[in-house]
């Protein structure tokens, strides 16, 4: 399968505690997205790669948080000092600038839950 | 601030009718819009794609129809079959303005979902 894959695919930690996420995208996308979701909502976007390059980052994504592409394949997303408002389940996808319609791809996402 | 959504949180039909799942946008500025199913514990799955210079687009059994006079978009699935059920989004980007306003990213906006539900 070489669809976006996202690890762990659940998290449990306690308040306070840091988590990190995986995600390794389409082999060939240079585009990386991350969005949360939470239960009956539509994805949000959170940040945006380009290659290694962060070029967008949304509002919701607070000083706690922190993505890296560092070599312009697989993503780390970062959330330090967790809170339960931070329960949700993060979602990457790739694109490609070359490809259909720059079509975003979306992994299986990691369901994270705060205690 | 502009958003989109959509109009019926949960449509029930009957298995091997047609449904029909609408979603209202707010940005004139959008020009590239995408319907995605997500199933239970899974992330978004691609169904069909249109951009602002169609009105309409075909896909396997689904049906993609865009009118940009009232800002409307909606999903036609044919045969409605139990494997449809699931939440469906619609979805929408600036596109090429989206990309001079951000620098290149081309982020999603997506509506709350409609739960589709196929009865046997």
């Known amino acids: 399968d070489t669809g976006v894959s996202q690890n762990p695919r659940h998290k449990i930690t306690k308040r306070g505690q840091n988590v990190t996420f995986r995600c390794d995208p389409i082999s060939e996308h240079n585009r990386l997205y991350w969005y949360r979701q939470t239960l009956g909502q539509g994805p949000e976007f959170l940040t945006y790669?380009?290659?290694?390059?962060?070029?967008?980052k949304s509002r919701l994504l607070s000083d706690r948080f922190s993505a890296e592409r560092p070599k312009g394949s697989f993503s780390t997303l970062e959330i330090q000092r967790t809170e339960q408002g931070d329960s949700a389940m993060y979602l990457c996808?790739?694109?490609?600038?070359?490809?259909?319609?720059?079509?975003?791809?979306f992994g299986p996402g990691t369901r994270l839950t705060v205690l | 601030g502009e958003s989109v959504g959509l109009h019926l949180p949960t449509l029930s039909v009957q298995e091997g009718d047609n449904s029909i799942i609408n979603c209202a946008y707010s940005?004139?500025?959008?020009?590239?819009f995408i319907w995605y199913k997500q199933e239970s514990g899974k992330g978004p799955q691609f169904i069909i794609d249109?951009?602002?210079?169609?009105d309409k687009r075909q896909g396997q059994r689904v049906t993609v129809l865009l009118n940009k006079t009232v800002k409307h978009l909606s999903l036609q699935i044919a045969a409605t079959q139990p494997g449809d059920s699931a939440v469906y989004f619609c979805a929408e980007n600036m596109g090429r303005h989206g990309a001079i306003l951000t620098g290149g990213g081309n982020k999603l906006t997506f509506g709350t979902g409609t739960q589709l539900k196929v009865e046997l």
């Open positions: 249109i951009r602002s210079n169609m």
């Open positions: 996808a790739s694109s490609s600038r070359t490809g259909r319609a720059d079509t975003q791809y």
């Open positions: 790669f380009q290659n290694e390059a962060q070029l967008e």
């Open positions: 940005n004139s500025a959008s020009d590239y």
